[in-house]
């Protein structure tokens, strides 16, 4: 008796075992084990998932410390925020409070169709540039393009022939036959710094870029002139001049860059024309500026410095 129910029992069996293997999906893979045949572990599904686990990438590696630019040689002890990207700046006017996109001041200067040099809108009819931007050639006719690369007529004057000035023997100023067709500028003029750049300032350092038609600028800071003539082996001031003013470019260049004419802002304000280009004439890192100022405005704050200080009674 027990012996049949032994053989229905292993009859049941059997039949289960048929019934699980038939049951078995066909992506199902086998591991062997030890002490038995290859058995069925798990589909295909669970296999890919396992194996994702298995590849997974190493986290990444915060990146501590990267430097602003490129090959950019770090100014110690320097803020954050020097020598850093900056927004295109934004220039005030003498007159209201209307300001504009320097973009909208930057011309193209040409000489026979030659490209020659950059310069910047200080009026509806004067253009400031340097004289290095003409080391061979004295000619006093030529043409600009603005922005909008409207072409205008104009000759090279004497600086006492208007009201911008320099302490440098730089300054070179373009008048217009006609004046230029902007509303904003327009019976106006840009603001020029009234006082001297300080040592240490933060300006902003904008370069045209000529083969792209737009501006890039830079946070910079105003080096002492004497650690900038070190720099640049000119310990007798002969590029250095003693009014010009030094910055750090970050864009650090192995050759000389043409970026002659380009300005130098400082609190929306015009205050320097670059003399050499950038990087130039040695590949130092720095640029340098002449001066640039209205001299009306300039008189008017001497005056009040003048009556500040009191020093009319003290003549008196």
């Known amino acids: 008796m027990w012996m049949s129910r032994f053989l229905a029992f292993l009859g049941v069996v059997l039949l289960l075992a048929v019934a699980v293997e038939n049951s078995l999906s066909p992506n199902m893979h086998y591991h062997r084990y030890m002490l038995s ?7 295909s599904k669970t296999q890919k998932d396992y194996k994702h686990i298995k590849k997974r990438s ?41 300001k504009l996109q320097l973009h909208e001041l930057i011309v193209r200067i040409y000489r026979d169709n030659h490209f020659v040099c950059t310069g910047t809108i200080i009026s509806d009819i004067l253009v400031a540039t340097v004289d290095t931007c003409f080391p061979h050639h004295r000619f006093d006719h030529l043409t600009v393009k603005n922005f909008a690369n409207e072409i205008y007529d104009g000759k090279r004057v004497n600086s006492n022939e208007t009201f911008l000035r320099s302490e440098d023997p730089y300054l070179d100023i373009i008048m217009l036959d006609t004046p230029f067709h902007s509303p904003n500028i327009s019976g106006n003029t840009v603001k020029l710094c009234d006082a001297e750049v300080q040592d240490h300032a933060i300006v902003d350092l904008p370069i045209w870029i000529r083969q792209r038609h737009s501006i890039h600028s830079q946070k910079t800071e105003v080096w002492p002139l004497q650690e900038c003539r070190h720099r640049l082996k000119d310990e007798e001031g002969i590029l250095a001049q003693d009014n010009m003013i030094c910055v750090r470019n970050s864009q650090y260049t192995t ?12 609190d929306g304000m015009i205050c320097g024309i670059n003399v050499y280009g950038h990087n130039c004439p040695h590949h130092t890192g720095f640029d340098l500026y002449i001066t640039i100022y209205d001299a009306l405005s300039f008189s008017i704050a001497g005056m009040e410095l003048i009556k500040h200080n009191k020093v009319q009674e003290a003549i008196l």
């Open 58 to 98: 190493p986290a990444k590696v915060e990146d501590k410390g990267a430097p602003n630019h490129v090959g950019a040689p770090n100014h110690v002890g320097a803020p954050d925020h020097v020598a850093a990207r900056s927004k295109e700046p934004v220039i005030k006017l003498t007159n209201g409070d209307h």
């Open 37 to 43: 045949d290859y058995k069925p572990q798990h589909n």
């Open 255 to 266: 050759h000389c860059q043409h970026g002659n004419g380009n300005p130098l802002v400082y």
